[in-house]
């Protein structure tokens, strides 16, 4: 149980273009789900926080014009790149919660998302 | 704002030893967790830990969370090939669960 899906798992993409990331919890509610940013041999640096039926809230320094985040349902949640830029290329993963589950605290991880801009 | 802190950056073992990383928040935690992440995979579940002073084992891995509940231990016994990977430190001060990162530990194994 508790699984999280991501999708795509990679995507190259031209400069100036959007890219829509998916992510879904597959066997469970997640009425919280959370984004974040991976560099190469780096740690895990939080994007924003997203919960269903609200805005996400994004941490300080990131973009919300640039990273458009929407928690449609209780299982998906959605990141788009707005006008994807070279520095933009990295590793995207996203974490969902069970608040209704016991393992209330833990959160689940997608496979992530490598996303390069040419 | 909360800074979480895990060193060392990088630990290469021998097969067999034991090692330790460690973890420090600038703020008290309500909780700290601990990731693994294999190489080329993502970050996965360890424990977590909640009370002060509280102690966790599984099996060659003992975690520690400090009294003050800013600190935090992972220890590795008799290090396996298995172990190699990125642990991760993660703490957390609010009630929606949001968790800061530390800059993980690097483990490669040495046969």
């Known amino acids: 149980g508790a699984v999280v899906s991501q999708h795509p798992s990679r995507v190259i993409c031209k400069s100036g273009t959007s890219v829509k990331i998916e992510c879904r919890s597959l066997d469970f509610q997640a009425t919280t789900m959370f984004w974040y940013r991976q560099f190469p041999k780096k740690s895990l640096m939080l994007m924003a926080t997203?919960?269903?039926?609200?805005?996400?809230?994004?941490e300080q320094g990131v973009e919300k014009d640039k990273f458009l985040i929407n928690h449609a349902s209780l299982t998906l949640s959605t990141l788009t790149v707005t006008s994807a830029h070279p520095e933009d290329s990295s590793f995207y993963i996203c974490s969902a919660r069970d608040r209704g589950g016991r393992r209330y605290n833990e959160q689940f991880f997608g496979p992530g998302t490598r996303l390069t801009v040419l | 704002g909360q800074q979480v802190m895990q060193i060392p950056q990088y630990q290469h073992v021998q097969e067999g030893e034991d090692f330790t990383t460690y973890c420090n928040s600038s703020t008290t935690l309500s909780n700290i967790q601990w990731y693994k992440q294999r190489p080329g995979g993502h970050p996965v579940f360890l424990i977590q830990?909640?009370?002060?002073?509280e102690v966790k084992k599984q099996k060659r891995l003992t975690f520690q969370f400090g009294e003050a509940k800013k600190n935090s231990s992972l220890h590795i016994t008799a290090t396996q090939t298995t172990d190699v990977g990125i642990y991760f430190c993660?703490?957390?001060?609010?009630?929606?669960?949001?968790?800061?990162f530390g800059a993980g530990t690097q483990v490669v194994v040495t046969p």
């Open positions: 830990l909640v009370k002060s002073g």
């Open positions: 997203s919960n269903e039926g609200s805005k996400a809230t994004y």
């Open positions: 993660a703490g957390s001060t609010d009630s929606w669960g949001k968790l800061q």
